[in-house]
């Protein structure tokens, strides 16, 4: 269960504010006395309350070994919920945000034999700063696994850090492919993909017809080796039409009536009761909630097979009718 009371909240200066591409932003955040800031590790993320009022999710781009500062990029969605709008325009070198301490859902397999990470658009951000991570390896004297970086944007003015993963130090770790908005001009992922490789690690992260397209090339590769960081991707057709169903919280004994085009969330939250979320699509797990009765579907991308006996994230997942007992 992830609720705001027991989240630990950073109130961190902006440092600095950069463009690294059209309509995306970096930010470089701090304490506001310079001082040193929880770990992290490659691939890890923050949430950040915008100055819109809403709650947003950013993967850490620096290498973890750099403990006195932040890095986020935000790309600018003037068709969104405004919270990156609120960040691109609204938040000026100086200004002070709370962030939440470093989580990690998309953590770097050091077992591998090698990584090919895959990205689109502003997917790049977690993956980058895991290259990061691995150039700071070999820069203290480690040898970690090789890497290939394939990077598809519409064009080179939306490509984040062109100038960084065009050059000459990233050699032939980096296919950049841009389609100018042509899906002739696709890049053909499946000579990639055909072969499974023994030991390699596929990380991707980007738009959803990318998530998904890499999804269906990938089913006769080892179901342990595939990461994705959806960064709110779902899919609805999938699942079942939405129907009524109440919600009992365990602790309070109070029922709540969930609408059919309302979500679980939506409805915990018009009832006064605070549970924390961020992405608010299923892939960021921060409305994880224990659940102990009920016909669930889930909708989500991050439970395991495992953790789906009691566990929901009630943004995006419910019941299939009845009653849904939350150990709230």
């Not at 990690?104 to 790049?124: H, M």
């Not at 439970?303 to 943004?315: N, S, Y």
Request: glycine letters at 10%; one cysteine or more; aromatic letters at 6%.
């Amino acid at each position: 269960m992830a609720q705001e009371s027991t989240r630990e909240w950073l109130p961190l200066m902006v440092q600095r504010r950069a463009a690294v591409a059209r309509d995306i932003i970096e930010f470089t955040l701090v304490r506001a006395n310079a001082g040193e800031l929880p770990l992290f590790e490659s691939g890890a993320h923050v949430l950040v309350h915008t100055p819109a009022g809403s709650t947003r999710k950013y993967s850490l781009i620096n290498p973890p070994n750099e403990r006195r500062h932040y890095v986020i990029a935000v790309r600018r969605d003037a068709n969104g919920r405004g919270g990156s709008v609120s960040m691109a325009d609204g938040l000026a070198s100086g200004a002070v945000i709370e962030t939440s301490v470093p989580e990690n859902a998309f953590p770097l397999e050091r077992s591998a034999r090698r990584y090919l990470f895959i990205a689109g658009g502003i997917g790049i951000t977690p993956i980058l700063g895991m290259i990061r991570h691995l150039q700071m390896r070999t820069a203290e004297g480690e040898n970690p696994p090789p890497f290939q970086l394939i990077y598809l944007t519409r064009s080179g003015a939306d490509t984040a850090y062109l100038e960084e993963l065009a050059s000459q130090s990233m050699g032939e770790h980096v296919s950049l492919h841009h389609d100018h908005g042509n899906p002739v001009e696709a890049f053909d992922l499946w000579p990639v993909l055909e072969r499974p490789a023994a030991g390699t690690h596929i990380y991707c992260c980007g738009p959803r017809g990318l998530m998904d397209a890499v999804r269906d090339m990938t089913g006769h590769w080892p179901a342990t080796g595939i990461h994705f960081e959806s960064f709110g991707v779902g899919d609805a057709a999938m699942f079942e039409a939405n129907r009524p169903f109440a919600i009992h919280l365990a602790r309070s004994g109070k029922t709540i009536e969930v609408d059919a085009d309302q979500t679980a969330l939506e409805a915990l939250q018009a009832s006064g009761c605070r549970v924390m979320s961020s992405c608010e699509a299923g892939s960021c797990g921060t409305c994880r909630t224990t659940y102990l009765s009920g016909d669930v579907e889930h909708r989500d991308l991050v439970l395991g097979e495992g953790e789906k006996a009691d566990q929901i994230m009630v943004c995006v997942s419910r019941a299939r009718g009845g009653v849904l007992e939350l150990d709230l």
